[in-house]
Nanobody, 114 residues
Framework: VNLVESGGGLVQPGGSLNLSCVAS????????IAWYRQTPGYLRELVAR???????NYAESVKGRFTISRDKDKRTTYLQMDNLRPEDTAVYYC?????????WGEGTQVTVSS
């Protein structure tokens, strides 16, 4: 199972980015697919999660600014990030969760700076 993230980059504060996570298998073989982020010296934190039953949840710090969505035909989970702040700077990772274990992508760097 592979998960591949893309879409990161450098953006000014207030800007937007749309991250993509493409899975090598159907996204419905996962109980959930989530986006996490990590900055040096800090633990990886949950940003947003999309459950197979359609439920979603978000970290408080991104509610109202980030939106998680999916396209089952493209086996892709997206993270639309609007009104970005410098504190959103991190490596963003995609994680697929199954009862048998978790599968992580390699991450994509997001830098928010003027």
């Amino acid at each position: 199972v592979n998960l591949v993230e893309s879409g990161g980059g450098l953006v000014q504060p207030g800007g937007s980015l749309n991250l993509s996570c493409v899975a090598s298998e159907s996204i419905f073989t996962f109980q959930s697919i989530a986006w996490y982020r990590q900055t040096p010296g800090y633990l990886r934190e949950l940003v947003a999660r999309f459950f197979s039953n359609g439920e979603k949840n978000y970290a408080e710090s991104v509610k109202g600014r980030f939106t998680i969505s999916r396209d089952k035909d493209k086996r892709t989970t997206y993270l639309q990030m609007d009104n970005l702040r410098p504190e959103d700077t991190a490596v963003y990772y995609c994680k697929g969760h199954r009862m048998s274990g978790d599968y992580w992508g390699e991450g994509t760097q997001v830098t928010v700076s003027s």
